[in-house]
């Protein structure tokens, strides 16, 4: 459907409802992708949906309806169905009536890229098979995904809202291994140029072959490096934790903390629509997003705050539209691991559980690439071990930190923290 088209349906699905208060949100969206283990093509998936999800509200209690019938003949039936759920649905102490009207939406035209939304299965088979071609003349055995998404959302309110955001991405990750020896990537962007595929081969290629005959490293304090990705597996758990309402409700590492220091100079986390990653214009309700800065030299700025919480609190709302960059220095990782005179090099975490959601303690083992670094210099490989860290303890003591590049939803860089005493499980 076309933009137009999708507000016009949404819209009239408010009308529809026939009720005080409703919000349409019409999703179209498709995921392409092409799976791939032991050197061989094992799935090809392309799968197109839309859907209309419609909640109905009366000022005490709403109910919500997914259809998809896409039509506008369709729309009376789902209606109905929604207003008869409605009348059985119990009051709700936290009812919020639609977004107010006339919101100022911003607009990420950057977020769609037209050949990523319409790319065949071809580009994406040719892709794998120069990854899996590469792996076997190098006599290692590869495994991953290369996929293509694209959405498109169109949303209307009761109170005159309306409002369309579409994106697109693009990914190929890939682990290539010999026995115990492994290396990993995630490329990932807008659009599938963005993609360095040839590049990516031949750096997996080499990091598995120096992975090879990992030791067991020996108790002591190290330096530990962390390359973007390493960098990212640990932020990424911050968002699940940003939360107003349970900061105000005592149950979080937050908890208090607004306005004070938790992290070192060095780390500012922030999301802006037009960062590393472009980001969602508005969220389910029809908030706007705005670029929010979370930690700023490391203090906590700001946390997400529903609507309710922030009627409650006396907050703005806010929410992280699907963005979130740590702010970088210069310097690549090379340069980085060129400034460690005994260190640890880790490239990747896995299996990351929380130990303490309190104090926001995690625990984890390392994963494709473990090197000890001494003088400057990878010496060797190590095998991987287990970790009990708390993220923002790490990031208090930052010795330096590099260029930042996109990983996960953002722009992420490698960092030098100070030493840490191995084994690192207290």
Not at 231 to 236: A, C, K, V, Y
Not at 384 to 407: C, H, M, V, Y
Request: charged share 25%.
């Amino acid at each position: 459907m076309t933009k137009q088209e999708m507000l016009n349906f949404a819209e009239a699905a408010v009308k529809a409802a026939g009720t005080t208060d409703a919000v349409a949100v019409l999703t179209e969206s498709r995921n392409a992708s092409v799976r791939f283990g032991q050197n061989r093509i094992t799935q090809n998936l392309d799968v197109f949906k839309r859907e209309l999800q419609l909640t109905v509200g009366d000022g005490e209690k709403q109910a919500t309806v997914t259809s998809q019938r896409i039509d506008l003949q369709a729309l009376a039936g789902i209606a109905s169905e929604a207003r008869a759920l409605l009348e059985t649905s119990a009051p709700d102490p936290e009812y919020m009536s639609p977004v107010p009207g006339n919101q100022l939406y911003p607009v990420v035209d950057w977020a769609w890229d037209a050949f990523t939304a319409k790319c065949q299965a071809s580009t994406r088979m040719e892709a794998v098979g120069k990854v899996i071609d590469a792996a076997e003349a190098e006599g290692l055995t590869v495994a991953g995904i290369c996929g293509m998404h694209s959405k498109q959302v169109a949303l209307a309110t009761s109170t005159g809202n309306l409002v369309a955001h579409r994106s697109t991405s693009a990914e190929l990750s890939f682990t290539m291994d010999k026995g115990l020896a492994s290396s990993y990537i995630d490329l990932s962007g807008t659009s599938w140029s963005e993609l360095k595929v040839d590049e990516a081969i031949v750096t997996v290629a080499g990091q598995t072959r120096l992975n090879e005959n990992a030791v067991e490293i020996e108790p002591g304090d190290y330096k530990i490096i962390l390359e973007p990705e390493a960098t990212w597996n640990l932020l990424m758990f911050l968002p699940w934790m940003m939360n107003a309402r349970t900061a105000d409700q005592g149950t979080s590492v937050f908890s208090g903390m607004e306005g004070k220091k938790m992290a070192g100079d060095d780390f500012t986390l922030s999301s802006s629509l037009l960062g590393g990653r472009p980001g969602n214009s508005f969220n389910g309700e029809g908030l706007p997003a705005e670029d929010v800065v979370w930690f700023k030299n490391g203090v906590l700025k700001n946390l997400p705050c529903d609507r309710f919480t922030a009627k409650k609190s006396g907050r703005r709302p806010f929410f992280i539209p699907d963005t979130l960059d740590m702010d970088g220095g210069t310097g690549s990782i090379e340069e980085l691991i060129a400034g460690v005179d005994r260190g640890i090099l880790i490239r990747r975490f896995w299996y990351i559980r929380f130990v303490d959601q309190k104090t926001l303690k995690l625990t984890g083992m390392t994963r494709d690439g473990v090197f000890l670094v001494q003088n400057g210099k990878i010496v060797k490989p190590l095998k991987d071990f287990r970790w009990n860290w708390r993220p923002l303890e790490l990031f208090s003591n930052i010795l330096r930190i590099g260029t930042a590049q996109r990983k996960g939803s953002g722009l992420i860089p490698p960092v030098v923290i100070g030493e840490q005493h191995y084994p690192f499980t207290d």
